[in-house]
């Protein structure tokens, strides 16, 4: 039995007379850990009274969990639905208004909303939630978390009209707009683009905003900025990105600079002459080698022959020297990082780790439906204009992404919703 944190009311129905879907709502909120919310909204009201306190983030839960549009009609329901207020722990005749959750935006600011997110992906950490062991990878793979990003179309409430310059592009108030490529969903031609770093199971990370036309793999690095910046303490060891992520800059900098291994998935690479199609060196012979190892501190992997040779009937016509040595690895071959990250080093299509890791990221994309469902639902009930606005609102997402993966686990022991683990 989890321990639940939450001081509800006095509810007027015997918890006899609710739905099974009412009693699970009750306990969804019951499972909140309050200290994520209660630490940033304490600080946050240094000066003047609290007001509302948590019990404002825990309506606009509610807010998204039941797909309401606006604050205005968020503050209607709770006025009309005893049920809301109980979990919101609102007094009854103690609402507040849609203004009160401007107040609260202006109040928290992006960064409010980071540190209460930041508090649920802590307590997820807690739970072991982040890191899941994953039977099908290879025993010796690095130790850390796996990433995944992800992006996401929203469409903007702003004013579409702009003003065009010269170079035929297009200024808009709202910076984080501007007239981007099609969506396969929506027509809009002006929206946002919300980046996110997730684990390999789908907990949100780090999420940041930019605009439609802007390409994903502009943000991948303010992308691991802000995560190596909020989560300290945490250690990571992968990260899977789509080919269009394919760069020799992106491959190096990852692995320089965030000691994260990036799995690409790659556009055609050509090999010079004396290594296969597959990216393995020949011997002196012509003879393709296997990999014996990589040395992460070196930035080298090393090859080896193993004698293959000896398998093949016409050896015989040459005489290699390696052939003789007394060890079973024979020619060793070394091939470095630094001549070619996507070529070369730290992680290559022909490793196991790599094939493992690609076939996951098929799987979470063709399965991805609880992540993609909460994008969709953020989209539809996307009211706010402004970039900060908007960041919060895509942040208030994560948060509830965050507990819903974390309730799943409490009460049925699920690690994920996205792979079976």
């Avoid at 401007?102 to 109040?107: A, D, E, F, G, I």
Wanted: aromatic share 12%.
């Amino acid at each position: 039995m989890p321990d639940y944190q939450l001081r509800l009311g006095v509810f007027s129905k015997s918890y006899s007379d609710l739905t099974d879907n009412e009693k699970e709502f009750i306990t969804y909120f019951l499972r909140i850990k309050m200290d994520c919310i209660s630490s940033v909204i304490d600080s946050s009201y240094t000066t003047g009274p609290h007001g509302y306190g948590s019990s404002l983030v825990l309506s606009r839960i509610i807010k998204i969990k039941e797909r309401i549009s606006t604050d205005r009609e968020l503050s209607d329901k709770l006025k009309r639905n005893e049920l809301y207020r109980f979990v919101s722990n609102l007094d009854d005749h103690r609402v507040p208004s849609h203004n009160t959750y401007n107040s609260l935006r202006k109040r928290l600011g992006v960064e409010g909303y980071r540190q209460i997110h930041s508090n649920f992906v802590r307590q997820a950490d807690s739970l072991g939630l982040l890191n899941p062991d994953i039977s099908a990878l290879p025993k010796n793979r690095k130790d850390g978390i796996i990433l995944i990003a992800d992006s996401t179309f929203l469409k903007t409430t702003s004013s579409t009209k702009g003003i065009r310059t010269d170079d035929g592009t297009w200024l808009f108030k709202d910076e984080s707009i501007a007239f981007g490529r099609p969506h396969h969903k929506h027509k809009y031609p002006v929206g946002h683009r919300a980046q996110t770093l997730m684990t390999i199971n789908g907990i949100p990370l780090v999420s940041l905003l930019g605009k439609a036309s802007e390409s994903d793999k502009q943000f991948i690095f303010p992308l691991l900025d802000a995560l190596i910046e909020r989560y300290p303490y945490l250690k990571f060891s992968y990260i899977i990105l789509d080919r269009i992520y394919d760069s020799e800059e992106i491959h190096q900098g990852i692995y320089e600079y965030y000691e994260i291994v990036p799995i690409i998935i790659r556009k055609k690479m050509v090999y010079p002459k004396g290594f296969t199609k597959d990216g393995l060196p020949l011997c002196p012979f012509n003879y393709p080698m296997r990999r014996k190892g990589i040395d992460y501190a070196n930035r080298r992997t090393q090859y080896c022959c193993f004698k293959t040779c000896l398998n093949d009937k016409d050896q015989l016509l040459f005489d290699c020297k390696h052939m003789h040595k007394k060890t079973k690895f024979g020619y060793s071959f070394y091939t470095l990082f630094e001549a070619g990250y996507r070529k070369y080093g730290p992680a290559l299509p022909t490793m196991v780790i790599y094939r493992k890791l690609k076939s996951y990221r098929t799987c979470i994309e063709r399965t991805y439906g609880l992540f993609k469902e909460n994008r969709y639902r953020m989209e539809m009930n996307n009211t706010y204009t402004g970039h900060d606005n908007v960041l919060m609102h895509v942040i208030d997402h994560d948060i509830v992404l965050t507990q819903d993966i974390i309730n799943d686990f409490l009460s049925s022991g699920k690690l994920s919703p996205v792979i079976k683990l």
